[in-house]
Nanobody, 129 residues
Framework: QVRLVESGGDSVEAGGSLRLSCEVSGWTRSTYCLSWYRQAPGKEREGVAA???????QYADSVKGRFTISQDDTKKFLYLQMDSLKPDDTAMYYC??????????WGDGPIPATRYDYWGQGTQVNVSP
């Protein structure tokens, strides 16, 4: 059973930093696409960043240069380092995992959240002006 558990969400002022974590378990394939998505009230869930099992990373234009996606050496934890936070970054942040090929589709920008089958419960990030 695939399980993803996010943590690290908090309330910060604009310009601050946060690091989100996602513990991943139950994914038995050696290849994968791990991603972060976010959803603000009244808006659709949007892709933020993705990392494939071969280490390739992709980012939404809105977070390039500010956010960094990474994994630990055990591959059990996914991270999202968020710097220079803005009020527009306020949202519930989710991690997701699915087939490796999904990361290749990020080449033209984030793919729809509906492409992923496995999700965590989310962690809330609030950025005040």
């Amino acid at each position: 059973q695939v399980r993803l558990v996010e943590s690290g969400g908090d309330s910060v002022e604009a310009g601050g930093s946060l690091r989100l974590s996602c513990e991943v378990s139950g994914w038995t394939r050696s290849t994968y696409c791990l991603s972060w998505y976010r959803q603000a009230p009244g808006k659709e869930r949007e892709g933020v960043a993705a990392i494939s099992s071969d280490g390739d990373t992709q980012y939404a234009d809105s977070v390039k240069g500010r956010f960094t996606i990474s994994q630990d050496d055990t591959k059990k934890f996914l991270y999202l380092q968020m710097d220079s936070l803005k009020p527009d970054d306020t949202a519930m942040y989710y991690c997701a995992v699915d087939k490796f090929i999904l990361c290749r589709y990020w080449g033209d920008g984030p793919i729809p959240a509906t492409r992923y089958d496995y999700w965590g419960q989310g962690t809330q990030v609030n950025v005040s002006p």
